[in-house]
């Protein structure tokens, strides 16, 4: 098998187009689905979601990211290669079938499941769809043209799906299954394309005990994860209600489209990692570290603080008036946009290529008993805002345990990192707002967007005039690019 390695930039990009639909699909369909829906609606939707993750979870096991360093580094072996994605396979079969029945058993023996059993059981369509999909896999070959193109392919189709066919809230479930197809039905392409990759037939007797323990450990990991992603919206299902629901998904949607941005390059990083330190080149990987962290602090900072301004506003534009009251609970959740990404370049970039991903677990378990225990306190008074504030906690408690087990890789990076011109640019480019604001824009999307150009256009610029080496070597890379192609011209 000749397979194509693209460059690290190149993957960067494709995952970043990725991304960027990320952000532009839901700007579609979530406005149109939580007006259309309504919150009480929209909620019920989301906390059958929530309660789906889990039996994804139990389904996937830890092979979504183990599955990755795996066959990164056996992916120059078309036999080793073949032979570990066969065991990883069948385990992952294995544990489908596990959990559809705790599924079925817990849908018919908890009453609140029950009374949501057709939103149950249409996501339930996603375990057996994320089992076939082998996206590690296609992550490990680094294959990002064909997942991002795919993906967009399949996320028009459910734009599409969902202006047709929902049109009032009693069509809530025809919205559940649009998003399983949105999110899954792509991996029924993955597991037709996988053949091109793999050939089971050159493989002998599957051997699955290597990969058990790791497996497992990434599960733990996983699991507690899933904590901060599901018990959220499962505890104020609970809890509270449906509407309380409803504004904490509308607070926490957009935060969760802006942190799959910030994690995109590492997200690219971690099959290259994985196979630099494989071979031994410790110096591209330090690098790449430090790359990686600059870029974290360059991007996360201004998104968590734009968006804690003008919260509000953007509830309103994106869902519309109802959910304003959701503004307090989406300023909370915004710093853990900084949080996440340091707490995943440390887990992608220097945990797992470094097989301590028991440290990864322990941390992630850590927080998500600090946020169930919050949440038990903090719901039932505050609600959505209480969840958010709870998340928050939680979230910073991850990084700073992995900060600390990683601190001897990561203080030299943070070294190189000029920390004070990005703070000094940001409070620059608040001063400036402030001003703007001044002007009492009334119409509520020329105010958010000349609001965005102002602070992000300052902001880069800011950094530029301080030469921050980041952004000032990106533009001048790009510049001396643009003047050989004039120059050619």
């Avoid at 799906?161 to 792509?186: N, Q, R, T």
């Avoid at 971690?270 to 962290?293: A, V």
């Avoid at 946020?371 to 906690?393: E, H, Q, R, V, Y």
Wanted: glycine residues 4%; contains cysteine.
């Amino acid at each position: 098998m000749n397979t194509k390695i693209h460059s690290v930039k190149y993957n960067f990009i494709m995952n970043a187009i990725l991304t960027v639909s990320s952000f532009i699909f839901p700007l579609i369909t979530f406005p149109y689905a939580t007006r259309v829906l309504g919150v009480d609606f929209y909620g019920n939707v989301s906390f059958g979601q929530s309660v789906l993750n889990y039996f994804v979870l139990i389904s996937s096991l830890g092979i979504p990211t183990y599955g990755i360093r795996a066959c990164a580094k056996v992916r120059d072996d078309d036999i080793k290669l073949s032979q570990t994605v066969k065991e990883l396979l069948y385990i992952n079969i294995i544990a489908t079938i596990v959990s559809y029945m705790l599924f079925f058993i817990s849908l018919f023996s908890v009453s609140k499941f029950y009374q949501n059993k057709e939103i149950l059981i249409i996501n339930s369509l996603s375990i057996i769809l994320n089992t076939i999909g082998v996206q590690w896999l296609f992550s490990a070959l680094e294959q990002y043209s064909y997942i991002t193109f795919r993906n967009i392919l399949f996320k028009i189709i459910s734009v599409v799906l969902m202006v047709v066919f929902v049109k009032e809230p009693s069509d809530y479930l025809i919205y559940a299954l649009i998003c399983v197809v949105s999110a899954s039905a792509s991996n029924i392409l993955n597991y037709f394309y996988m053949w091109k990759f793999v050939d089971f037939k050159k493989t002998g007797k599957c051997n699955f005990k290597p990969h058990l323990k790791p497996i497992f450990i990434f599960f733990a990991s996983s699991a507690a994860i899933n904590v901060f992603t599901s018990l959220d919206s499962t505890m104020l299902g609970f809890l509270t209600n449906d509407r309380q629901v409803g504004l904490y998904t509308a607070s926490i949607r957009l935060k969760n489209v802006l942190v799959g941005l910030v994690k995109s390059l590492g997200t690219v990083l971690l099959p290259r990692m994985s196979y630099y330190i494989e071979k031994g080149e410790k110096e591209q990987y330090t690098n790449l570290l430090s790359k990686s962290f600059n870029f974290i602090l360059v991007l996360s900072i201004p998104l968590t603080v734009f968006f804690m301004l003008f919260s509000k506003d953007c509830l309103i534009f994106i869902s519309g008036s109802d959910y304003a009251a959701a503004g307090l609970s989406m300023q909370l959740i915004m710093p853990t946009i900084i949080c996440i990404g340091f707490s995943s370049t440390i887990e992608s970039q220097i945990m797992i290529p470094y097989l301590k991903e028991n440290v990864v677990c322990f941390a992630v378990w850590v927080s998500a008993i600090v946020d169930f225990i919050l949440n038990l306190f903090l719901i039932p008074k505050f609600g959505a805002a209480g969840a958010s504030f709870a998340t928050l906690i939680a979230e910073a408690t991850s990084m700073s345990i992995q900060f600390y087990y990683a601190k001897d890789e990561i203080l030299p990076a943070l070294k190189k990192i000029k920390v004070i011109k990005i703070v000094g640019a940001i409070v620059i480019t608040m001063v400036v707002v402030y001003f703007i604001s001044c002007l009492h824009i009334s119409n509520l999307f020329i105010l958010l967007c000349v609001n965005a150009i102002v602070f992000f256009g300052a902001y880069f610029v800011l950094l530029l005039l301080f030469k921050e080496k980041f952004t000032y070597d990106i533009f001048i890379s790009i510049f001396n690019r643009r003047k050989k192609d004039v120059t050619h011209e």
